[in-house]
């Protein structure tokens, strides 16, 4: 009689299990990772916003965007102006189609602007931008502001740093620590 090689039931039960054992272990911390990856993106995304702000004042003379997408690219071959001033990809500042709020590495980002028309006579002096998760806990667990001062916070507990002050920059609180 010949025996035949190969592994039994029982052994390949246990290297499934082992394998199991391993990815329970291993997916937590890949989530984690991912999260924090959002998370610094997030910072990152808002601090492009703040510097492409300081270059739009710069070069229109208006102040700061009255909307995020002033930032964002021209349509087709139009040169840069105030509406569209090229500082900005188009996923960030808004100006995909349909997009109501823009969405970028699993973060909501909104603009607020003091004057929401700026102009060489009004000029617009101050903006607060804030990046959300758009699942807190999935996608990212920390709320971040951002505003004239291009100092980038943060908000631990994930809820949003409400309205913006009357200077137009990110209200402080308890929970809102610099980057």
Known sequence: ?????GFSLIELLIVVAIILIIAA???P???RSRMAANEASA???LRSIGTANVAYSATFNV?????????GPPA???PAASNAADLLDSVLS?????AALPVKSGYKFTYLALVPAPTSTAPNGGFQAVATPVASGSTGQ??????QTNVVLKDTTGTAPGAASATGGCVQSATLIPM
């Open 43 to 45: 910072a990152g995304a």
């Open 76 to 78: 087709a071959a139009a």
């Open 94 to 98: 808004g100006t995909l189609p349909a």
């Open 63 to 71: 102040g700061f965007a009255g909307v995020l997408s002033d930032l």
């Open 142 to 147: 920390s709320t971040f502001c951002n505003d």
């Open 29 to 31: 911390n890949l989530l």
């Open 1 to 5: 009689m010949r025996k035949q090689k």
């Open 25 to 27: 272990i291993a997916v």
